[in-house]
């Protein structure tokens, strides 16, 4: 056969690797309402990764309200999952801007979860799971009652380039600050309820390889009952075989 017809081979097939398989997902908000009513409010700006292929998913919610309870002005979500040479590279990210809860009881300007894994296919079979960090994930002007509160995150949602690259790398794999399960303490409020959030966790904290990342979760009760999830992310993907 003619050498420049032959296939070729995919990177790092020589060392068994056959494919990878890019997965990750994202819901911009969902919940629903317990009392005084009840109201599924669905599930808004979501996207996946399909068949574990690569490619580049968005989905975007405008001008949501119901009523005064719950309201915002946009919700969108995006997934871009691609291979370069031999790096795989899937970032999730979904945002809300301007949410509002119980009108000004909990205003929040911009919202943004971030999840950014990547997987060096030379590593394999060595090592067959992506890194993964929430690097880029933020709080932007949040108000409780009108007064601003600052809500304080892991510091690996403020990694400079060089530190993502150097972990990417595979430079900081036992360094504590890179690794997620330090979820800060919720915000309680009267006649409103819970607050949790930037809860970045593992999925399966035995086997350490998908992560989950919501930036506000919201437990209401006294008059008014609900239970809200904003912008929530899933990010793991490996090489095949397993």
Do not use: C
């Not at 409010?41 to 119901?66: K, M, Q």
């Not at 040479?85 to 971030?114: D, H």
């Not at 892991?154 to 504590?176: V, W």
């Amino acid at each position: 056969m003619d050498k420049k017809n032959e296939p070729k081979m995919q990177a790092g097939q020589g060392n068994g690797f056959r494919k990878f398989l890019f997965k990750a997902s994202a819901v911009a908000l969902s919940g629903s309402v317990r009392k005084p009513y009840y109201q599924n409010i669905g599930e808004h700006g979501v996207v996946a990764t399909y068949a574990g292929s690569a490619g580049h998913n968005t989905a975007r919610n405008e001008r949501f309200t119901l009523r005064q309870d719950i309201a915002y002005d946009a919700a969108f979500s995006e997934i871009s999952a691609e291979q370069s040479k031999s790096v795989y590279r899937t970032v999730v990210q979904s945002t809300i801007e301007n949410l509002r809860i119980l009108g000004k009881r909990f205003t929040v300007e911009r919202v943004i979860g971030r999840l950014e894994s990547v997987y060096d296919v030379t590593s394999y079979p060595g090592r067959k799971v992506s890194r993964v960090l929430p690097a880029g994930s933020a709080f932007v002007n949040v108000r409780i009652d009108g007064k601003p509160v600052e809500l304080k995150v892991s510091p690996a949602f403020n990694l400079s380039e060089r530190e993502r690259s150097e972990f990417f790398a595979g430079k900081h794999d036992d360094d504590p600050r890179f690794r997620p399960g330090v979820i800060p303490d919720p915000i309680h409020i009267g006649d409103f309820g819970t607050i949790f959030f930037a809860e970045w966790v593992w999925v399966h904290p035995d086997e350490m390889h998908e992560q989950s990342l919501t930036m506000l979760r919201f437990a209401l009760g006294s008059g008014f009952g609900a239970a809200v999830d904003g912008v929530r992310l899933k990010s793991n993907g490996s090489g095949w075989p397993p």
